[in-house]
């Protein structure tokens, strides 16, 4: 059974920082694109961070510079570092992984690319 656990989200103050981590078991995804996704209360879920397995990676233009994800193959995990946090940045993060098309070079962007998917952890940015 495939399971993403996210974990490391809380509450933060604007400006501040906070790493956000995805450890994925049940399969190995090294060769396949993993993502970072957020919902907001009353809005669709948004795409954040994608990385293909040679770590190459998409961004969304409002976290271009702020936000870096990263994978460590070895350890079946998915990071999000979030750097300059905004109010708007308040969501719950989900984990998404990829199983059907390895070895991409451009990770998708679409969250119905994606097939497993984690439970989703809360991040609140406070002035």
């Known amino acids: 059974q495939v399971q993403l656990v996210e974990s490391g989200g809380g509450s933060v103050q604007v400006g501040g920082s906070m790493r956000l981590s995805c450890a994925a078991s049940?399969?190995?995804?090294?060769?396949?694109?993993m993502g970072w996704f957020r919902q907001a209360p009353g809005k669709e879920r948004e795409f954040v961070a994608a990385?293909?397995?040679?770590?190459?990676?998409v961004y969304a233009d409002s976290v271009k510079g702020r936000f870096t994800i990263s994978r460590d193959n070895a350890k079946n995990t998915v990071y999000l570092q979030m750097n300059s946090l905004k109010p708007e940045d308040t969501a719950v993060y989900y984990c998404?992984?990829?199983?059907?098309?390895?070895?991409?070079?451009?990770?998708?962007?679409?969250?119905?690319?994606?097939?497993?998917w984690g439970q989703g952890t809360q991040v609140t940015v406070s002035s």
């Open positions: 990385i293909a397995w040679s770590s190459g990676t």
């Open positions: 998404a992984a990829d199983r059907k098309v390895p070895f991409i070079v451009i990770p998708f962007t679409d969250p119905y690319k994606y097939d497993y």
């Open positions: 049940g399969r190995t995804f090294s060769n396949n694109a």
